[in-house]
């Protein structure tokens, strides 16, 4: 491994917060892990959370809340239409993104799925840094196709860019003059990268996008629902916003796209979703179907509690505290995977720890899903839950062939403000112990294997007895303890 200039203080995290209601964890022995992930079909989707010891599965919609969120949500105003609450989720979203109309979802992806109705045509490309899962999936139901167009430095595991999310503006440049501005829907903007491991985009990058795409009348769509993290990095490593505030990044941000959507499940630390923007023609062209899909304008789908939630939790986003959490966390995570000499993403992102299974397990071939057989087998050895981002999370083509995926990553999330410095420590510890049995791990293959989403419902087996295996070696170091 080469050797990386991290971009971020090596000091150890330091809470801007105290603990104040907490929830029991159990850690089942090793042989009822085994029992659970194999009744699972070796898919930690469909892992019981009373079986699961630290769920890194996702940070959606299991942040911490605060006090301020919880005290908010008692006074909720819940009539059909023309709430009190809405008004104020509304107001905030003018304030802080400085856009006029707000359209509420129930989450990220049903603002997917309206974008995509209104925008999206047969034949329309949507070129964007990279696709998240849903995002993909609604786009190519309406006809359309992805284009991701970040830079190839982006897909490399082992990097010093700090803004490795960012758009390759000659990629951009060329597509247009290749397929013509009218063919493309728009261009989506994804802060925190999702599936190449969080990793954001510089103010910068929005601003060069965003001029590109006025020049040649092509709308930027920004998908924020990893803009908190976004929003740190980029004061932290981006020069020239050293000296703005996280609200003044924000709006800049916010004025550089034509419509702005998020699930509110990550940003804002509560559940929902929403879709922003100045624009009347494009407001007037969501707002039947937010009817037609959500619910009435004024709670779309949501529960006005989250409403009250979403506010605050968006106003306490403005607070550089309050987002430092969370990549703090994970660049201790990282820091210490690193130099235990195991593969994973750098320099850290936002969202979670990401563990490269291409290498870790190199000796799975991708057509035996090595990230998805690491996570079962992370599981197995210490109770913690990661999520599988590699090829499980594509689709078949259209002839029934696998699309193998760039990056086969095991994703660890850290919701932010949930697991303490101690937990984080176990997790690596078990983490390098299964590097040092790495050869134990064996591949995955499909028992039941569903058309769309396939990572969410599908079924899996061992390719051999493999897990048994892990666990009697796992025993043999641990003895009787779990
Ligand atoms: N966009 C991004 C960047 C996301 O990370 C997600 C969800 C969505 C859109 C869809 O939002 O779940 O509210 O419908 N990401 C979750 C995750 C599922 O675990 O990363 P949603």
């Known amino acids: 491994m080469s050797e990386i200039k991290f971009i971020y203080e090596k000091s150890s995290p330091l809470e801007m917060h105290k603990v104040r209601i907490v929830q029991k964890l159990n850690l089942i022995p090793v042989e009822e892990r085994l029992k659970a992930i194999t009744e699972a079909g070796n898919n930690t989707f469909l892992l019981k959370n009373r079986d699961v010891f630290m769920d890194m599965l996702t940070d959606s919609g299991v942040n911490a809340m605060s006090d301020q969120q919880l005290a908010a949500m008692m006074v909720a105003d819940d009539s059909y ?14 304030e802080i993104f400085g856009k006029k109309y707000f359209l509420p979802t129930h989450q990220g ?13 047969p034949g329309s490309i949507v070129p964007m840094n990279y696709h998240f899962t849903t995002s993909k999936a609604h786009i190519t139901l309406n006809g359309g196709s992805v284009e991701e167009i970040v830079s190839d430095e982006a897909l490399e595991i082992n990097s010093d860019n700090p803004f490795k999310g960012n758009i390759d503006i000659d990629k951009l440049k060329a597509l247009i003059e290749a397929h013509g501005a009218e063919k493309i829907a728009f261009v989506r903007l994804e802060a925190g990268t999702n599936l190449i491991g969080g990793q954001p985009i510089s103010l910068q990058n929005m601003k060069d996008v965003y001029k590109l795409c006025h020049d040649n009348g092509i709308l930027v769509v920004l998908d924020a629902s990893l803009l908190a993290d976004n929003l740190y990095f980029i004061k ?8 703005m505030t996280i609200r003044e990044i924000t709006r800049a941000i916010a004025d550089h796209s034509d419509i ?11 559940r929902g979703g929403g879709i922003c923007t100045s624009s009347e023609e494009h407001y007037l062209k969501m707002r039947e179907l937010i009817t037609l899909y959500e619910g009435f304008l004024t709670y779309g789908g949501m529960s006005v509690r989250e409403m009250e939630a979403i506010a605050v939790g968006l106003e306490e986003t403005m607070d550089f505290d309050m987002i430092s959490q969370g990549p703090q966390f994970i660049a201790y995570m990282v820091d210490k995977l690193y130099e235990a000499g195991i ?5 850290p992102g936002g969202l979670g720890c990401h563990l490269d299974a291409k290498s870790f397990v190199s000796h799975i071939p991708q057509s035996q899903y090595p990230a998805g057989a690491l ?15 590699g090829t499980l999370s594509e689709q078949r083509d259209e002839n029934g062939n696998e699309v193998y995926s760039n990056m086969e990553l095991l994703r660890l999330a850290l919701p932010r403000r949930v697991f303490t410095l101690s937990q984080v420590n176990y997790a690596v510890d078990r983490i390098r112990w299964l590097y040092d049995n790495r050869h134990l791990v064996g591949g995955l293959t499909f028992v039941e294997e569903p058309k769309v989403l396939r990572f969410f419902f599908g079924r899996l087996k061992p390719v051999s007895d493999w897990q048994i295996k892990l666990v009697e070696k796992f025993k043999a170091d641990f003895g009787d303890s779990l």
């Open 375 to 389: 996570a079962a087998a992370l599981f197995i050895v210490s109770g913690v839950r990661g999520m599988e981002r």
């Open 109 to 121: 992806r049903a603002c997917e799925n309206i974008l995509s109705q209104v925008y999206v045509k």
């Open 81 to 94: 239409a023309g709430s009190e609450t809405f008004t104020r989720l509304e107001d905030k979203i003018k």
């Open 260 to 270: 702005i959507y998020f699930s509110a499940r990550k940003l804002g630390c509560a």
């Open 343 to 347: 593969p994973v993403v750098t320099p």
């Open 236 to 243: 932290q490593r981006e020069e020239a916003c050293r000296d």
